[in-house]
């Protein structure tokens, strides 16, 4: 499957759900601080949705729920590479994605050869406490030169505004948060997404 140049990433089912008639083709369900049987409920039901309405789940960092629900794409930060069976993964056929934030995690996210390489945050945010200062679009621009043909996903205060910028430096895919969640209309600003960067 070819990724997509945009992705959203939300926090439940219910909004996988809200999402699945708006043409969006990837999604990433990410969800922090829930007991694991709550993670598991949820994403058994976004993967259900996904395989009705024909759209790809990349489950964020919980590897092992996603492996024995049956899932196929996983995104993994630095911290959760620690504890990955990659080995399992990769008999899974799992396929990765993995964030990086400086040259050091670069090169070890290379060496795994992920689907994609995710660089963030480019741009402030206030979604989460982040220990790194914005990457910016220069960044952003020596990463695609030092990942060549494997996707570089841009994350992190990514708008709409900022989409053409984000693009131009190289990035092949821009994940949103904020910016369809926080919309008046998330649906109507996911189809803007998709028409923006087709």
Not at 81 to 99: F, K, T, V, Y
Request: hydrophobic share 50%; net charge neutral; with cysteine.
């Amino acid at each position: 499957m070819r990724l997509p140049r945009v992705y959203p990433i939300v926090d439940s089912a219910a909004w996988v759900e809200r999402l699945a008639s708006t043409g969006v083709a990837l999604v990433q369900l990410r969800i922090k601080g829930a007991p694991p049987a709550r993670v598991a409920a949820q994403i058994s039901a976004a993967r259900a949705c996904c395989v009705g309405a024909g759209m790809q789940l990349v489950v964020n960092d919980h590897w092992r729920q996603a492996l024995d629900l049956g899932c196929d794409f996983v995104h993994l930060g630095q911290g959760d590479l620690d504890g990955a069976d990659i080995p399992a993964l990769r008999r899974a056929g799992m396929r990765l994605g993995i964030s990086t934030h400086d040259e050091a995690e670069l090169e070890r996210a290379l060496a795994l050869e992920p689907e994609y390489v995710a660089l963030g945050p480019v741009y402030h945010t206030t979604l989460k406490v982040m220990p790194w200062r914005p990457q910016g679009l220069a960044r952003l621009a020596e990463w695609k030169r030092r990942v060549g043909a494997i996707p570089l996903v841009a994350i992190g205060g990514v708008t709409l505004a900022r989409l053409p910028e984000v693009f131009g430096a190289g990035a092949d895919i821009a994940a949103v948060v904020s910016d369809i969640v926080a919309a008046a209309n998330p649906e109507d600003q996911a189809r803007r997404w998709l028409a923006a960067a087709a």
